[in-house]
Structures are given as structure tokens and as C-alpha cells.
């Protein structure tokens, strides 16, 4: 999602608040420049060749300068039953190292229960161009902005790995701890296999407490999804059965977030080829010789009772009647030749272009059984071309769903199933209060335009985070982010674009490989189901204090906070009221 066009003075406003803020939260992420003989010095300073450690998850080390906090020996974290938690280990080397590998071992508890090695997750995070914010959104060159290496890969099909001397390598530790394990405190180690070994010690305090798994989870994540994309960094033809099977691993990783919604384009570029890949429609149009029309729906089955088939099925949003530039693509056999349609959004001709194939299209996924999850979905266009489309969308059968990402307009709520709107706006709190009751999806998004809290590659990790807490303090439903896999040319070294800053257009790797920000978000939408699961606790039991504790905590998360007080700062301060 992109807003191309800005006014003057919104730019100058922008640039004018963005002066004066501290963000804090940037400023504690910057990557720290030195000279060659300063970058040594501060080398020379460990008093052992290879220094190896805990850090924390809150941080991107960098690649050439040993960590500037202290690295711990030891690492004890609290976690629920069916919960993921993560930490970093930090390896930190004057001399090459030419073959460095992690052992992992069964955790065990005080009774001999044990959390399989298997649940143990090792990543060894690895590093990609990052920018920097800049103006936020509109074109760009890489010359013109601040870049460097930043930490945000999380390769887990990796062994070993080599380390050149003067050089930090992090290593991401994930532990899911079963849905069935026993209260109480486990203990093992991690061995780092360096230069000797390492046995790095590890407790986790398993409370009696039991998170549901991400396909019951309540949060509503809706990253969109690329499927082109797919096909060409793997180099195999769009939607042949190679492509087909090479998206099942992504789209099961994204199920496994709590994905609940299918992007389907029904129409060719709804985005108007803002991306580096094409955005093809899932639907073939044809008008036929005699004038009427045929519309293949095949692909869009095929691909629908796929993604549905790894995990995501509540929804389904159709891009779009409204799309960024309006022409739409069909094949005239009269001409035989592709044409485009450029009806005004509202004219008579537009209606009857759209009003043949949203009545077959109806009939269709009434046919799927599919036409109450699906809806028609528009992203910040402009309020008369959305009213336009509602009226005509209600005139073919009032039942047709509604989604919008963009402003909040009053005018227009009651006819958003799926309202989605920007992090600068705020949901009234007796419509939102309205909308729940009456079971319609309340949600907000980030994309160029938010200098915080996001999550591009040179973000804080806990802004992510940060958007699980703020989702719970808002009572809104869930996050939508406009990209999930819009690749770049060349995404496992450089996360710059063209247009908006570096990682704005991905938030995992092709592999698929997780990321930094990809798992600090899921770890926020864990959190915000734990503040859930305890509101509900805490009312039920009259815990009236420990409730009143938990609010006040999250009536601190509001965005203007952010240029004064890192993320980090506020999930570390408040994190141990969901692990008590």
C-alpha cells in the first residue's frame, strides 16, 4: 500500500516533525560508524580471542564490531505452554574461524520430562543492504540515502558457518515449548562449536499456562501475499506444479504467524506494477464475439483451495474494482486481441463492465461455498470511488463484504466488513465497540509512510513487537502489512527498492527463510493474545488489581511515544506482567 501522492505541505510537515523528533527508537538502532583503526581498537579490547555469549533479540549486532553490551553466560526465560520464545547467542571472533557449528540437547525438568531437542530451533542470522528512512515514500536511489549491512536473515538450513576474523556472527534460538508440557523449570545447553566448545547454560520456566495454536489464534494477520514473486526468484514457470509446491512452504510459514487471509487478484496489477514482480489476475476475462462475456475462474480455484489447503482459510480478499490505475485487461475475440477497459469508477459504463461479472462471479463462489468469506477489497482509494463501487456491489446482493485498507472515513463504515485503517487514525470508541458486536474485522497497518513503528530492515526488531501491544491496547483486531514476499531484485543481499525504504516491500527471505522482524512479530501477536487470555482471567476471578496493573501498562503504548522512548525500553519494562 502506497500513497503516491502527497501535498506540499503534508511533505513539509512530515519533514518538519520528523526534525524535531527524537526518535529514540532509530536513533538506538543506527549502526555505529568508525574508522578502520577505531573499529580494532575496540576489538583489541576483548581480552579473549573468541567471545561467545547470550545477547538479546532486541538487537541487530553488527557484523564488524564486537557487541557493545555485555553478553551473558547463561539465559532463563519464562514462556507459556504452546508459546515460541527466542533468544540470541553472539559469537565474537579476533580470528578466522572455519567451521563453526551449534549442538542442541533435550531440556530437562526437575521430574525427567523432558522438551525434545527437536523444538530447538538454530538460525544463523545473516546480513543484507539496509537504508534508511529518508522521506518515507515515494522514488528513490540508493546513493542518495545512508546504507550498510544490517542483521535480519535468519538462515536455518545452514550447519556451519565460517567467520572471518574481527567479525560477530549472531545465532537466532527458537524454543517451542509444547502444548503439553509439565509446569516447571527445564534445563540444558547449547553448545557453540568454535574455536572449542562452548556449553552455554539455558532454563526455561514453563508457567501453567497454555496459549491456543496460530490457527486459533484471534489476532487477524493479513500480509499479502506475491505468488509471482515466488516463480521467479526460484526460476520456475508461474503456476506450473514446480510453483505450486514451492509456495506451499511459504504459505505454510505464513499459516504458522496466523495468517488469516488470501490475497487474490481478480484483476491484472491492481497495484499498477509498483513491485519489481508482475501482479497477474487469477481470473481471465473475455468478451466473446457476440458481445457477452466468459470469465474463467480455474486458476482462481486452483489457487484458492491451495492456499486454504495450508492453513488459510478465513478469507478471501479480491484485488480490486478500485485499482491504482484504472484499465482493465481482458481479450476481445471481435479483436483478437487483449484490450483494456478505462471506464470511469461510477459511469454507466462501468457499472455494466463490472455488474456482468460481479453477478456471475456471485453466482460462482456461491457455487464454491466460498461467498461469505470472500470479499471485495480496496486499498486508500479515494471515498466517492468507494462509495461508487459499495452501491453497485449492494444492488447485485446486499450480502457482498466490503474490505478497505486506508483512512477512516465516518461515511463509510457501516458498509466495511474489513476495515483497515492507517496507524495515524483512531477507531471511535463506540464505533469500534459496534463493529465488534456486530462481528466486523477492526484492524490497522504501517507501510512507507510510518517512520515507527515498522518493520523495515534497519526497524528496531521490538517495533514489531511493540504492534502486538499496541493491537491489545486499542482493542483492535489485528495488523494488516502490504507485503510479505514483494522481493526485490536480489532480496538476500539487498532490501532496497526503487521506491520506499529497504524492507518495506518483504518481511521474509526466499528459501523460505525467516527473519528478525518476522519472528519479533510473531512473538507481539503472542503477547497480544496473552493480554487477552488475562483481561478475560483477570475479569472473571475479580482480580481487580492485577487487571487495573495490565491496562495501565498498555495505556502507555501510543505511537507519539516512540520518539521519546525506544520499543525496546517499553516491552522490556512491561513484559513480565503476562509471565507471572
Not at 4 to 26: C, P, Y
Not at 388 to 411: C, F, M, N, Q, T
Request: aromatic letters at 12%; proline letters at 4%.
Amino acid at each position: 500500500m502506497k500513497i503516491l501522492k502527497i501535498g506540499i505541505l503534508t511533505i513539509f510537515l512530515n519533514l518538519f516533525v520528523g526534525a524535531l523528533a527524537q526518535d529514540v527508537s532509530l536513533k538506538l538502532q543506527k549502526s555505529i560508524k568508525l574508522t578502520e583503526a577505531a573499529r580494532l581498537q575496540r576489538w583489541q579490547q576483548l581480552k579473549q580471542p573468541v567471545w561467545v555469549g547470550f545477547g538479546t533479540t532486541a538487537i541487530r549486532y553488527q557484523q564488524d564490531i564486537p557487541p557493545l553490551e555485555t553478553l551473558q553466560n547463561s539465559w532463563s526465560a519464562a514462556a507459556w505452554k504452546n508459546e515460541k520464545v527466542h533468544t540470541q547467542i553472539v559469537v565474537a571472533s579476533k580470528k578466522k574461524l572455519e567451521r563453526m557449528s551449534i549442538s542442541t540437547e533435550d531440556l530437562v525438568h526437575t521430574t525427567g520430562h523432558r522438551i525434545q531437542s527437536e523444538n530447538i530451533t538454530v538460525g544463523f542470522v545473516q546480513y543484507v543492504l539496509t537504508d534508511e528512512f529518508g522521506n518515507g515514500c515515494g522514488r528513490r536511489k540508493s546513493m542518495d540515502f545512508d546504507s550498510s549491512w544490517v542483521a535480519d536473515i535468519i538462515n536455518t538450513e545452514l550447519t556451519q558457518i565460517a567467520v572471518a576474523s574481527y567479525n560477530t556472527q549472531p545465532i537466532w534460538i527458537s524454543i517451542k515449548i509444547p502444548h503439553n508440557a509439565r509446569n516447571g523449570k527445564y534445563s540444558g545447553f547449547i553448545t557453540v562449536k568454535a574455536d572449542k566448545d562452548y556449553r552455554l547454560p539455558i532454563t526455561i520456566n514453563v508457567i501453567n499456562r497454555t496459549l491456543p495454536s496460530p490457527q486459533d489464534w484471534s489476532f487477524r494477520l493479513d500480509y499479502w501475499q506475491h505468488p509471482a514473486a515466488i516463480a521467479r526468484v526460484h526460476q520456475v514457470p508461474l503456476w506450473s506444479d514446480k510453483h505450486f509446491e514451492l509456495m506451499r512452504k511459504y504459505y505454510t510459514m505464513l499459516a504458522e504467524a496466523g495468517q488469516k487471509i488470501i490475497t487474490a487478484s481478480i484483476v491484472e496489477e491492481p497495484w499498477n506494477h509498483q513491485t519489481y514482480d508482475d501482479f497477474p489476475s487469477l481470473i481471465q476475462w473475455t468478451k466473446k464475439a457476440d458481445g457477452t462475456w466468459k470469465y474463467d475462474y480455474s486458476l482462481f480455484d486452483k489457487y484458492v483451495a491451495f492456499v486454504m489447503s495450508c492453513g488459510i482459510n478465513k478469507q478471501i480478499n479480491c484485488y480490486s474494482m478500485v485499482p491504482w490505475k484504472i484499465a482493465f485487461k481482458y481479450y476481445d475475440e471481435a479483436l483478437q486481441k487483449d484490450t483494456v477497459f478505462t471506464g470511469k469508477i461510477g459511469t454507466p459504463e462501468y457499472n455494466e463492465f463490472w455488474r456482468n461479472m460481479l453477478t456471475d462471479f456471485t453466482a460462482h463462489l456461491k457455487a464454491k461455498g466460498w461467498f461469505n468469506i470472500t470479499t471485495i477489497a480496496m486499498d486508500e482509494r479515494p471515498m466517492e470511488s468507494m462509495q461508487a463501487v459499495i452501491r453497485l456491489l449492494k444492488s447485485i446482493d446486499p450480502e457482498w463484504k466490503v474490505s478497505l485498507a486506508g483512512d477512516y472515513h465516518a461515511e463509510i463504515e457501516k458498509d466495511i466488513f474489513d476495515y483497515c485503517i492507517a496507524s495515524k487514525w483512531q477507531y471511535p470508541e463506540e464505533i469500534l465497540r459496534s463493529r465488534k458486536q456486530q462481528g466486523k474485522a477492526s484492524t490497522w497497518y504501517v507501510c512507507c509512510t510510518e517512520k515507527y513503528p515498522n518493520m523495515f530492515t534497519f526497524s528496531p526488531p521490538d517495533e514489531a513487537v511493540w504492534a502486538g501491544w499496541y493491537t491489545a491496547a486499542t482493542r483492535m483486531d489485528g495488523f494488516l502489512r502490504w507485503a510479505f514476499n514483494s522481493w526485490t531484485r536480489s532480496p538476500l543481499t539487498d532490501s532496497r527498492f526503487i521506491t520506499w525504504p529497504a524492507g518495506d516491500t518483504y518481511q521474509v527471505y526466499p528459501g523460505p527463510l525467516t527473519s528478525i522482524r518476522f519472528e519479533k512479530l510473531i512473538e507481539g501477536i503472542q503477547d497480544f493474545e496473552k493480554i487477552n487470555q488475562l483481561r478475560k482471567m483477570y475479569q472473571q476471578h475479580g482480580e481487580t488489581t492485577k487487571l487495573n496493573q495490565l491496562e495501565a501498562a498498555l495505556q502507555t503504548f501510543k505511537i507519539e511515544r516512540l520518539s521519546k522512548e525506544s520499543s525496546r525500553q517499553m516491552i522490556e519494562h512491561y513484559k513480565h506482567l503476562l509471565n507471572e
